[in-house]
């Protein structure tokens, strides 16, 4: 069992940097990838970034490449997701979520997810 907890989230600028935190419970923070994904209202939800059991693997969304940067720190159990030049369209929930052995960007593949944090950017 895992469970996940965002930080992070607020309002920013276009333009601007904000930077996630999703702390998870556990001691098996290692054997878990990580994901990030995103839920705008009425939208549904979408794949962001995700990073392998060891951090050496990324995955991003196409639109959030060269912007977005996700990161693990196995020894804090913690993920990131660095944002970067934000867009207005960027602003949703975000939402962290793990699954065992390999990442994917498929939602359905991940089994424990975080309740997500705001991220509202500003035009």
């Known amino acids: 069992q895992v469970q996940l907890v965002e930080s992070g989230g607020g309002l920013a600028q276009a333009g601007g940097s904000l930077r996630l935190s999703c702390a998870a419970s556990?001691?098996?923070?290692?054997?878990?990838?990580m994901g990030w994904f995103r839920q705008a209202p009425g939208k549904e939800r979408e794949f962001v970034a995700s990073?392998?059991?060891?951090?050496?693997?990324?995955y991003y969304a196409d639109s959030v490449k060269g912007r977005f940067t996700i990161s693990r720190d196995n020894a804090k159990n913690t993920v990131y997701l660095q944002m970067n030049s934000l867009k207005f369209e960027g602003t949703a929930v975000y939402s962290c979520?793990?699954?065992?052995?390999?990442?994917?960007?498929?939602?359905?593949?991940?089994?424990?997810w975080g309740q997500g944090t705001q991220v509202t950017v500003s035009s």
């Open positions: 990073i392998s059991r060891s951090g050496g693997s990324t």
């Open positions: 979520a793990a699954r065992p052995y390999t990442w994917t960007g498929n939602a359905y593949d991940y089994n424990y």
């Open positions: 556990g001691r098996t923070f290692s054997s878990y990838a």
